[in-house]
């Protein structure tokens, strides 16, 4: 065997992942510091700092709610888009809100290849042992919406618990974790 | 490999998102079977960090929240190195860390424990890797807690951990544990973890780490989700 593949070999050694952990009830001095009035600076917040005037700025705003339909106060909530133009990480706590709202200031995405826009979240909590990756769609973007294949690829009676719905001022976004309207979670 | 399949959580390893004994799971694991996707340009990147600046003692947190005396406690300095599944190194990746102080207690205001707080300690620190994937931190070793999931349930002495690799799959959120920890064997977040995967979660002790007169080191290595060593697209 020609020495060469006799590496790759050994480069493909498989490490075992490690497991995964529950972020717990405690991250808000840590994650989210500034957030929740600890004396620690934020490197990630809940707001794009990309300024341009071209650009569709949004909010995204919601409540994260449990099997028996109580919202969750203590899960953390994570934002990435990318659509080749605007790249945004955001990051925000359900602690501080009175009403345990989630909410991000960015920039609406572009569509990717004929896609309809999206956006990525990671949901984490304490009784999540392993977070949940979901996507938001848009409520007025029927066209794009209607021909999207990740859209068509899940039933139709759930799919509209990804599309955010258009609101005075801001995209609504609920996340149910069970039951009859629960959320799409996608394996990524 | 197909795009679809790449990357999966390895469920031979991995907890489920139900595990009846964390009674907490029971009303927030998702209940209907994941969406398999095929990985768009929005999965296949994620945040690089590299325009962050890091405070001089942000890895320090035996230093990084001192008001008027040293935190008390056992000081620690935690090594490793964070690799992907193929074992290539994840350099310049960032690493944020959370922990209970020496006496068991949360600085976080919803940890009610009757145990003290430690004024020259807050528990939060981060740090990058190094172009080797390396990382290192101080800190003060954390104590045992109880905890409401069962009768007489107590935590084994843990920190929490947060990193991200170069995509969004990569994202890891899990705790370091220590070795020979009488608590694990009873403790369901821990127990979750399926057998293959459990001795990952603890750190070796090692005193070619340990640092004189110092400090005690372990030794902490950490395997992300992925196959790719460098950034997809990501700027």
Redesign the interface.
């Known amino acids: 065997m020609p020495l060469h593949l006799k590496i790759d070999k050994t ?21 989210t ?1 500034e957030q ?1 009035l ?4 934020s ?2 917040t809940n707001k794009i700092t990309i300024l341009d005037s071209n650009s569709d700025y949004i909010t995204i705003k919601g409540k994260i709610f ?3 339909n109580n919202p ?1 106060s ?1 899960a953390m909530i ?1 934002l ?5 133009h605007n ?1 945004f ?1 955001g990051r925000f706590g359900t ?1 501080t809100d009175a009403e345990n709202h989630f909410v991000f200031q960015t920039i609406k995405p572009k569509s ?2 004929n ?1 309809a826009p ?3 979240l ?1 949901v ?10 979901t996507r938001v769609y848009f409520s007025d973007e029927e066209v794009l919406n209607a021909q999207d ?2 859209l068509n ?2 039933p139709a009676e759930r799919r509209n618990t990804i599309i955010a719905q258009k609101k005075a001022g801001c995209y609504e976004f609920n996340i149910y ?3 009859e309207n ?7 | 490999m197909s795009d679809l399949m790449e990357n999966s959580f390895d469920i031979e390893v991995q907890p489920s998102h139900l595990y009846l004994a964390y009674t907490s799971t029971i009303l927030r694991a998702p209940s209907k079977p994941l969406l398999l996707l095929k990985k768009s340009l929005t999965e296949k990147t994620g945040p690089l960090f590299e325009d962050f600046n890091l405070g001089i003692l942000d890895n320090d947190l035996t230093k990084n929240a001192i008001k008027n005396g040293e935190p008390i406690g056992e000081r620690i300095v935690v090594h490793g190195k964070v690799v992907n599944e193929k074992g290539q190194p994840m350099p310049h990746t960032l690493i944020e860390i959370w922990q209970a102080n020496a006496a068991g207690r949360y600085v976080h205001k919803v940890d009610q424990h009757d145990a003290p707080l430690d004024p020259n300690f807050l528990g939060t620190g981060r740090c990058m890797t190094d172009s080797e994937g390396n990382y290192r931190f101080y800190t003060i070793k954390p104590g045992a807690y109880p905890w409401g999931n069962h009768h007489n349930a107590w935590r084994p002495n843990h920190i929490h951990f947060s990193l991200f690799g170069n995509e969004i799959s990569s994202r890891l959120i899990t705790q370091m544990y220590f070795p020979g920890d009488p608590l694990l064997e009873y403790d369901p977040i821990y127990q979750a973890v399926k057998a293959k995967g459990r001795e990952l979660l603890i750190s070796k002790f090692d005193l070619n780490l340990t640092e004189p007169d110092f400090a005690l080191g372990y030794r902490f290595d950490i395997v992300l989700r992925g196959h790719n060593a460098t950034p997809f697209e990501n700027r």
């Open positions: 480069m493909n050694t498989t490490k075992t992942q490690t497991p995964s952990q529950t972020v717990g009830p405690y991250f808000g001095y840590g994650l510091s929740y600890y004396d620690f600076k490197l990630i449990d099997g028996e969750i203590d994570e990435w888009q990318n659509d080749g790249r990480f602690g990717v290849e896609q999206f956006v990525t990671i984490f909590m304490r009784g999540q042992l392993i977070h949940s990756y294949t990740v690829a899940i974790m069970q039951g629960e959320t799409v979670f996608f394996a990524v």
